[in-house]
């Protein structure tokens, strides 16, 4: 299954309230926290959630009502409780609903992986959530994006170098294996592989990291 997605243009950028990560994983309450155990979790919270970070998740969502839906995913020591944890919190000072239907329900290993192996297992996600509806995302990290970039919203000039690089084919590939073209990426993924020497090896890396498609690109039309 193909995991969906939507163009980005427009969506707000991430509030991170610790930008230093090496400071986070260090913590005694990382590792049960992120191996599963909630007490863990929450004590990791408490220590790196900061009045600056409320005041701009406070500026974000204005007078609006979001629900905030905690990425829950299954990793390689457990179930992460950090981004639940996170969720409670953020829900005790701004005054919001978590919603806990939402989960990852495929398992890809992103901790530590590098960004082609970040691209070739996607994440895909299954719950309840209605059309229309505002829902703010709370996750423990940021990373290439497949999750959540720092900027999420790709920009016209990366993509259209991307494009000019790479060519016709590869995006042509991309939609066959993925399910959606290039103005679905984040801006970090995008300028990842719009850096990459060239399509073949951008479809030789994802395969080598253990994406199972095809080998060729689509013959042209």
Not at 10 to 39: C, F, L, Q, T, W
Request: charged content about 25%; some cysteine; aromatic content about 6%.
């Amino acid at each position: 299954m193909k995991p969906p997605r939507t163009p980005l243009f427009g969506i707000p950028d991430v509030v991170i309230h610790r930008a230093d990560e090496s400071v986070v994983k260090v913590h005694a309450n990382y590792g049960a926290a992120k191996a599963g155990d909630i007490e863990s979790a929450k004590a990791l919270v408490s220590s790196f959630v900061n009045d600056s970070g409320i005041e701009r998740l406070k500026r974000l969502i204005g007078g609006r009502f979001p629900e905030l839906v905690p990425i829950h995913a299954l990793e390689a020591a457990g179930v992460n409780e950090i981004p639940v944890a996170l969720g409670h919190e953020l829900s005790r000072r701004l005054g919001l609903r978590v919603n806990l239907s939402v989960a990852q329900v495929n398992s890809v290993g992103h901790t530590g992986a590098s960004g082609f192996a970040r691209l070739a297992h996607q994440a895909r996600f299954d719950g309840e959530i209605e059309r229309g509806s505002l829902y703010l995302v709370v996750d423990d990290f940021v990373g290439q994006g497949g999750t959540l970039a720092l900027t999420l919203e790709p920009s016209r000039g990366n993509l259209e170098d991307l494009r000019r690089k790479h060519g016709k084919d590869l995006e042509d590939w991309w939609i066959q294996e993925f399910g959606f073209d290039f103005d679905c990426l984040t801006r970090s993924e995008a300028h990842y592989l719009e850096r990459t020497a060239d399509a073949h090896t951008v479809r030789s890396r994802l395969i080598e990291a253990g994406l199972k498609g095809s080998t060729q690109f689509p013959r042209a039309r």
